[in-house]
């Protein structure tokens, strides 16, 4: 289903937010494996800014994760298990090989992320159906996140911005 369109039925509406909690175990995955994947002199070389937003950025996307997955247990639905993302992640991406490397993906996923939401919201808010969850509590949940990866986009930006 595409995103243009309206969301008109629980089982639509579970299905994307259970891509929502794919797209944040990736992201998860990838900043909490960033550091662990880059050459030791890369690894020594990274500044304290740079772990603190990888470190953020995980438990951040651990958060939405679960916020998402209550969301989708209302919906009495299930979800995939981190760990099992988490180790097609390890098989899939290849690791960064410098800090720009690092910050280019991790920016890459906080856009992707925002852009996922906020087309999530317009197809929810163009739809006039009834949810088994209620839209406000929905909504709600879904602008926070979504003002949360717009944070993480500026946050990369102005890191990047400073290494320039």
């Known amino acids: ?3 243009g369109q309206r969301v008109s039925s629980d089982h639509q509406l579970t299905r994307l937010l259970q891509i929502g909690v794919v797209l944040e175990e ?11 994947s880059l050459p030791p002199e890369e690894r020594a070389a990274i ?14 996307s651990a958060d939405h994760r679960e916020r998402l997955e209550a969301l989708i247990d209302d919906l009495e639905a299930d979800t995939v298990a981190y760990e099992e ?3 097609l992640v ?13 910050l280019y993906d991790q920016l ?15 197809a929810i808010e163009a739809s006039d159906g009834e949810f ?11 602008y926070e996140i979504r ?16 290494r320039a």
Request: charged share 40%.
């Open 47 to 60: 500044d304290e800014e740079v772990r603190e937003l990888l470190e953020e950025a995980a438990d951040e």
């Open 108 to 122: 890459a996923n906080e856009e992707t992320a925002y852009k996922f939401y906020d087309d999530l919201i317009d």
């Open 90 to 102: 390890d098989a899939q991406y290849g690791p960064p090989e410098d800090t720009d490397g690092v």
């Open 1 to 3: 289903m595409s995103l």
């Open 132 to 142: 088994a969850i209620e839209r406000e509590r929905l909504l709600e949940t879904l």
């Open 26 to 36: 990736v992201v998860e995955s990838r900043a909490a494996h960033h550091l662990d």
């Open 147 to 162: 003002e949360e990866e717009k944070e993480g986009v500026e946050e990369v930006t102005e890191i990047m911005e400073h």
């Open 85 to 87: 993302i988490n180790a």
